[in-house]
């Protein structure tokens, strides 16, 4: 059987797919966006808004969301849901945790990939094999893996020198790469103050400047699932399993296989979001992973269930992470930044008749831009709070047209397609 002919087949299953957009359109949003925050950054004299102080923070706290993210995508283009993401992280952390204590952090990130992609397995066992659903499943899996793993900790961790009864021994860190020459001359533009310009200069120094090697893997494996998944006949079958998998099985796709495939691909993934955690804050901690998880589903759901999306509404996770880190004064002014990009995307939403949407973005929109007007700080209990309200609110409004895997979370049994 040829991919061709699997194509053709699951087509008439399928929407046709819309005109994307070409990446000179993305390119000129980022640098729009970049403006737009540059002014807010002039007006409120939040330097931190476009530090690389910021940055290189924003992208720290992104990745671990990212391949939850990207964790999700591979389960749920196969048709399996995955809400156990937020387990499978829980066991990344203890894996990276027990044995990088030990072995070193690259020992403690194979570990971290190893027991995620068990939790994923057990996941695909119970969803694929005996029919279980799929959200009992991954309750299941996110409820069992911080017991299993505290009761470890106090087994192993109690008497360790550095460790606990929640956490591990100190982890030693992965190295660290910096493009040399280059961020001296970023820092030095960045300290100018420039308008747009040492903005831009602040980007990309937190970009190149002291960059862990597991960002960069989480990158390639970024661009590597966006290849494999897109442009190999492996992912054209992995995707028809989610879209119509008795048309695939019809064409001599083994359905079962390229779904345990996929589901423990994304163990291994979430698996390794949490190890990327635990080695980056230099121990296995309980409790560590708070929810991120359940944020990596949200962005690959806002994102489309594409890479590129998965990576924005990570990236956004990162950002107002990074920015509630840098205390009250940054946190008031992305109120600010907020209403306006809630006003923006009013807009968005009104040119695509989307009206209620249109008006429920305005109405939050102007709320935040008065908030900010009338206020000199933001109160301390919701400091903390403002990554996950900020990232939701945006999310929530402006996921839609979403184009969601025709089969997603039903069960699927071979020969009962007639």
Sequence with gaps: MSASGLAVGVQETVAPPRRRASPMIYFLLAIAALLVVSLVRVLTGAGNLTSSGTVAAALTAAVPIALAGLAGLWSERAGVINIGLEGMMVLGTFGAGLFGWQWGPWAGVLAGVVLGAFGGLIHAIATVTFGVDHIISGVAITLAAPGLTLFLAKLY?????????????????????????????????????????????????????????????????????????????????????????????SLGVNVYKYKYAAITMSGALAGLGGAILAVASSQFRDGQTGGRGYIGLASMIFGNWRPGG?????????????????????????????????????????????????????????????????????????????????????????????????????????????
């Design 157 to 249: 961790f109690t008497d360790a020198p550095g460790g606990g009864q929640k956490q591990s021994p100190p982890i030693e860190d992965v190295p660290h790469v910096t493009i040399p020459g280059l961020s001296s001359v970023l820092g030095d533009i960045e300290q100018q103050q420039w308008f747009f310009v040492s903005d831009l200069a602040g980007l990309l120094r937190g970009l190149t400047t002291d960059v862990s090697l597991l960002t960069l893997l989480a990158v390639v494996l970024f661009f590597a699932t966006a290849y494999v998944l897109w442009r190999t006949a492996f992912g054209l079958r992995l995707r028809s399993c989610g879209e119509a998998p008795h048309a695939a099985e």
């Design 310 to 418: 998965v990576a924005a509404g990570a990236g956004l996770f990162g950002y107002t992470d990074a920015m509630q880190l840098r205390g009250e004064g940054a946190v008031h002014a992305l109120l600010l930044l907020l209403g306006i990009a809630l006003l923006v995307l009013a807009v968005v939403q009104l040119r695509a008749k989307r009206y209620v949407v249109a008006g429920v973005a305005t109405v939050i929109g102007v709320l935040f831009i008065l908030w900010f007007a009338l206020t000199d700080q933001v109160p301390p209990e919701l400091v903390s709070a403002a990554p996950y309200v900020v990232t939701l609110l945006v999310l929530s409004l402006a996921a839609q047209r979403l184009r969601v895997p025709k089969w997603i979370g039903r069960t699927y049994r071979r020969g009962e397609g007639g």
